[in-house]
C-alpha cells in the first residue's frame, strides 16, 4: 500500500474522445509523475508537476496534458484519443526538496482502452 | 539520450533455483540505478536501488550492484520463491531529471512450485 491512488481503475473510450485519468498523491507528497505503460513495455514518462507547475516532459504530443492542485492531487487529460493510447497509465508522487531522496511511490494504475 | 536494456523472458524457474536478470544501461551522466517489481494486478513497487559506483542495493534476498565499468545493475536471488512470480523492471534516474525513471522493458518471472 503506497498511499498513492488512482481512479478509475479500468475505463473504455473510442477513438476522438478525451479521457481525464485522476490521482491522489501519498499525504505530504508534493510532487507527481505520469507514466504510459503499454501491453508488456516498461513504463514511459509523459510529465511531472512540482508545486503545480510542469517541470519535465517526455516524448508524448501537447494532447497529453495535466494539472496538479494545491493539495498535491493531479490529473492527467488525453485529447482526441487514438488506438495506440491504450494502455496502463501511472501515477508516482514523492517528496523533493530538503535533502529528501524523492522515491517514488506508484499507484496501481488506469487502464485505458480505447476502441 | 538514455536507454535500459533487459533480457527479454519469460524466465521460468523452479522454486529453490538462482535468478539472475541481466541489466545495462546507457547514461549521459551519473545516474541512480533501481529495480522495481510489479505483482500481478498491482502498481510498480521500489525493489532496491543503487546511487553510486559499487554500491549494492538488496532487499527481501534480491541483490544488485552498480558496475560502472561494464554499465550494468544485473539482478540476483539465491532461492527464489513462487511468490517472485513477477515482472521486473531496470530502470535509471538521472540527477538533473526530478522524477523522470528510464525504464527497461520488463522480464516476467515465473517461478513453478
Known amino acids: 500500500e503506497t498511499g498513492v491512488t488512482q481512479s478509475p481503475t479500468h475505463l473504455i473510450k473510442t477513438r476522438g474522445q478525451q479521457v481525464t485519468l485522476r490521482c491522489s498523491s501519498q499525504?505530504?507528497?508534493?510532487?507527481v509523475s505520469w507514466y504510459q505503460q503499454a501491453l508488456g513495455q516498461g513504463p514511459q514518462f509523459i510529465f511531472q508537476y512540482y508545486r503545480e507547475e510542469e517541470n519535465g516532459r517526455g516524448n508524448f504530443p501537447p494532447r497529453f496534458s495535466g494539472l496538479q492542485f494545491p493539495n498535491y492531487s493531479s490529473e492527467l487529460n488525453v485529447n482526441a484519443l487514438e488506438l495506440d493510447d491504450s494502455a496502463l497509465y501511472l501515477c508516482?508522487?514523492?517528496?523533493?526538496?530538503?535533502?529528501?531522496?524523492?522515491?517514488?511511490?506508484f499507484g496501481e494504475g488506469s487502464r485505458l482502452t480505447v476502441l | 539520450g538514455n536507454s535500459v536494456t533487459q533480457m527479454e523472458g519469460p524466465v521460468t524457474l523452479s522454486e529453490e533455483a538462482f535468478l539472475t536478470i541481466n541489466c545495462t544501461y546507457t547514461?549521459?551522466?551519473?545516474?541512480?540505478l533501481f529495480w522495481y517489481v510489479q505483482y500481478p494486478g498491482e502498481g510498480l513497487q521500489l525493489l532496491l536501488k543503487?546511487?553510486?559506483?559499487?554500491d549494492k542495493g538488496s532487499n527481501k534476498g534480491f541483490e544488485a550492484t552498480y558496475r560502472k565499468e561494464t554499465t550494468s545493475f544485473h539482478l540476483e536471488k539465491g532461492s527464489v520463491q513462487v511468490s517472485d512470480s513477477a515482472v521486473y523492471f531496470c530502470a535509471l534516474k538521472e540527477a538533473a531529471a526530478g522524477n523522470k525513471l528510464t525504464f527497461g522493458g520488463g522480464t516476467r518471472v515465473l517461478v513453478k512450485p
Open positions: 547514461a549521459t551522466g551519473y545516474p541512480s
Open positions: 508516482a508522487s514523492s517528496l523533493l526538496g530538503g535533502g529528501n531522496t524523492g522515491e517514488l511511490f
Open positions: 543503487a546511487t553510486k559506483a559499487d
Open positions: 499525504s505530504g507528497h508534493n510532487t
